[in-house]
T-cell receptor
Framework: DQQVKQNSPSLSVQEGRISILNCDYTNSMFDYFLWYKKYPAEGPTFLISISSIKDKNEDGRFTVFLNKSAKHLSLHIVPSQPGDSAVYFCAASGNAGNMLTFGGGTRLMVKP | ETGVTQTPRHLVMGMTNKKSLKCEQHLGHNAMYWYKQSAKKPLELMFVYSLEERVENNSVPSRFSPECPNSSHLFLHLHTLQPEDSALYLC????????????FGEGSRLTVL
């Protein structure tokens, strides 16, 4: 059973608008969450993370929100740019360890 | 050269072949990982090495055999694979006890005929 789920396999957004990618988890022991971005023919690259002691972390155009009671996190990208088109993976770990559990990914397409 | 480098980038092999995937990291990290990405599936952790010792093995079939001769190199030896083993194999590295940020290579695309 998947402990980290990204229920939307794809998302299409107009350039300049907000992109919201969602992720749900089931394991209450997870306390650290990350988002990775993956372009075709490249490995995933780290984007942004959040610890369970916070509910929001912001880095430029990227903001991650964590709702622990709902076991839900989201990544907001605003404004979206065509270069943001990629597959986004959320990942979670327990005890701030390195054993990441990944979601299945959401393909974001930002249209010019 | 920097980052995490994987070779070969593409590999086609028959079920009776023996081949190896190689990973090299130039980031001074102490932990290295093998992940498998199959079509329409999440990344699956296969093996973890920390300070050259295997610390995690997620019930991977014995036809996959990892080797970590030092903190900079990681191999995945392949033998008698099945067509369902066709996937993208990703290597990653990290500091041994960091906050979960992994640095990935570009992956080795394996096709088993």
């Amino acid at each position: 059973d998947q402990q980290v789920k990204q229920n939307s396999p794809s998302l299409s957004v107009q350039e300049g608008r907000i992109s919201i990618l969602n992720c749900d988890y089931t394991n209450s022991m997870f306390d650290y969450f990350l988002w990775y971005k993956k372009y075709p023919a490249e490995g995933p690259t780290f984007l942004i993370s959040i610890s369970s002691i916070k509910d929001k972390n912001e880095d430029g155009r990227f903001t991650v929100f964590l709702n622990k009671s709902a076991k839900h996190l989201s990544l907001h990208i605003v404004p979206s740019q065509p270069g943001d088109s990629a597959v986004y993976f959320c990942a979670a770990s327990g005890n701030a360890g390195n054993m990441l559990t990944f979601g299945g990914g959401t393909r974001l397409m930002v249209k010019p | 050269e920097t980052g995490v480098t994987q070779t070969p980038r593409h590999l086609v092999m028959g079920m009776t072949n023996k081949k190896s995937l190689k990973c090299e990291q130039h980031l001074g990290h102490n932990a290295m990982y093998w992940y498998k990405q199959s079509a329409k599936k999440p990344l699956e952790l296969m093996f973890v090495y920390s300070l050259e010792e295997r610390v995690e093995n997620n019930s991977v079939p014995s036809r996959f055999s990892p080797e970590c001769p030092n903190s900079s190199h990681l191999f995945l030896h392949l033998h008698t694979l099945q067509p369902e083993d066709s996937a993208l194999y990703l290597c990653a590295s990290s500091h041994a006890a960091n906050t979960g940020e992994l640095f990935f290579g570009e992956g080795s695309r394996l096709t088993v005929l």
